[in-house]
């Protein structure tokens, strides 16, 4: 029997300066309203409630959006093909080929940080043996593609290079005739002559972490000695960029910028103030992650205004309202995205399925399964590799099926806050965001309901802005 709550209709309002919207769940779109309507379904008893009031709410219903319909059943619909999707179409294979690194990053949930749920730096490496099991773990299981992509990570991967080398050779003779992809995330301060030419010789795809000018990145990545790895990781990305260009290999190099939202953003962005950053290499951003226990993320005033403020310069230019902008790439990177969310909400669907679940997972093990150095499964290199609920099997015995269950259907942690929240079609959180001692849990989940919720609803505010500079505001 449904709560009287249930038989609201199933909608989020907005407003903006000039106009007055609904978010209907069930057809996951944005209408645009008059203010007597917006201010009757905010439950405003004073609304003047017109002919056109009431001919408005009629033709919102027969549209479909003021249905108060929630899924009856939260499950993931990948459980329906779970064990045929594993043993044919697995993309991509993730080796951590060391769990050492030479630098002692501040923010990193390996660099013997106390209070944290990851495993600490070790001196533990990758066998061959176990390298080559898990790639043919991985061409077993990836049907008959033609193509296959193997990544390298550590600690920082550069330290086991004889053993990447191997690994290598052993792919491209075991898989002679397919198409292989190698990737390889690092730190860039260890890179030598003999590597770059192996890198070209294989075409690696490499991406260097780099989180703004020097002043910024050796705040955070710096040596065991306490001093910084900027003018290192700089000097190789340059010499390594032009290797590849000389060899005619573009859009292999790429930069990964984690922001610390403590500093002031035009500090941050003064990296871009170089050209070979802002012109010529793909470059892409994310905010600190919060690693320790119980601990906030502090995140400075200066940040959020600025970032703000220049998101807003980057929609101004984006939608032509001012001309002659100078907008910084990592913000003009996020456009791409941010259209691909908009054309969601722009086409809608028909309604909510009975039986559904939010978006977020991945089917673990699938995208990018994840091989620690000692041979155990992950759904990818970002979780937990001492929670036992991570842990999806190993090279031996294969896929454990009741893991992967758990952690792709992991809304069913909390379900009935799930079916009736009304961000559920964007909500991104995966088993990453909701384990806690080790083990899934529903509280840890809805600890990050509030972030998903306001982060849907600027990405709905955002989609009225650009509604509204296309007509409102057009010059």
Request: aromatic share 10%.
């Amino acid at each position: 029997m449904q709560s009287a709550e249930n038989n609201k209709p199933f909608i989020k309002l907005f407003k903006t300066p000039r106009q007055f919207y609904l978010y209907s769940v069930n057809r996951n779109t944005v209408v645009n309203i008059s203010e007597e309507t917006y201010r009757f379904l905010d439950g405003d008893s004073d609304v003047p409630f017109s002919d056109d009031t009431e001919n408005e709410l009629d033709q919102l219903r027969m549209d479909g959006y003021l249905s108060a319909k929630r899924m009856q059943t939260i499950r993931h619909p990948f459980l329906d093909n779970l064990e045929e999707s594993l043993k044919t179409r697995m993309s991509q294979i993730v080796l951590q080929v060391t769990q050492s690194c030479n630098l002692v990053c501040e923010y990193c949930p390996f660099a013997n940080q106390e209070g944290v749920e990851y495993r600490k730096h070790s001196q533990k490496k990758m066998s061959l043996e176990t390298a080559k099991k898990a790639i043919d773990f991985y061409a077993a299981h990836a049907g008959e593609a033609d193509t296959l992509t193997v990544s390298f990570y550590g600690g920082e991967p550069l330290l086991a290079f004889d053993l990447i080398k191997d690994v290598v050779a052993y792919t491209n003779a075991r898989y002679f005739g397919k198409n292989i992809f190698y990737n390889l995330t690092t730190n860039g301060t260890l890179l030598t002559d003999e590597m770059i030419c192996f890198f070209i010789q294989n075409e690696f795809s490499i991406m260097f972490s780099i989180d703004g000018p020097a002043k910024i990145h050796d705040q955070h990545r710096k040596h065991v000695d306490g001093t910084g790895s900027f003018e290192a990781a700089k000097s190789n990305l340059f010499r390594l960029y032009d290797r590849y260009a000389s060899q005619g290999i573009k859009g292999k190099l790429s930069i990964n910028m984690v922001l610390d939202p403590k500093n002031d953003p035009d500090e941050i962005l003064m990296l871009f103030d170089d050209s070979f950053f802002n012109d010529k290499i793909i470059v892409q951003g994310s905010i600190v992650e919060e690693v320790v226990k119980d601990k906030e993320m502090e995140v400075s005033p200066r940040y959020s205004e600025k970032m703000q403020y220049l998101n807003f310069l980057a929609n101004a230019d984006r939608f032509k309202i001012i001309d002659g902008l100078h907008i910084c790439k990592l913000l003009k990177k996020s456009y791409l995205t941010s259209d691909q969310k908009y054309d969601t909400l722009k086409y809608g669907i028909n309604g909510l399925p009975d039986v559904g679940a939010p978006g977020g997972p991945c089917l673990p093990g699938q995208r990018r399964l994840f091989v620690n150095v000692d041979g155990d499964f992950f759904p990818c290199e970002k979780v937990s590799e001492i929670a036992n609920a991570m842990k999806i099997g190993d090279i031996d015995n294969g896929f454990d099926l009741h893991k992967i269950e758990g952690v792709l259907d992991v809304a069913n942690l909390t379900p009935e806050k799930c079916r009736n929240c009304w961000a559920v079609l964007h909500c991104v959180l995966c088993a990453k965001n909701c384990c806690h001692d080790g083990e899934l849990s529903g509280k840890q989940r809805l600890r990050n309901c509030r972030e998903q919720q306001s982060n849907t609803a600027q990405t709905i505010q955002d989609f009225i802005l650009q509604q509204e500079c296309k007509t409102i505001y057009k010059r």
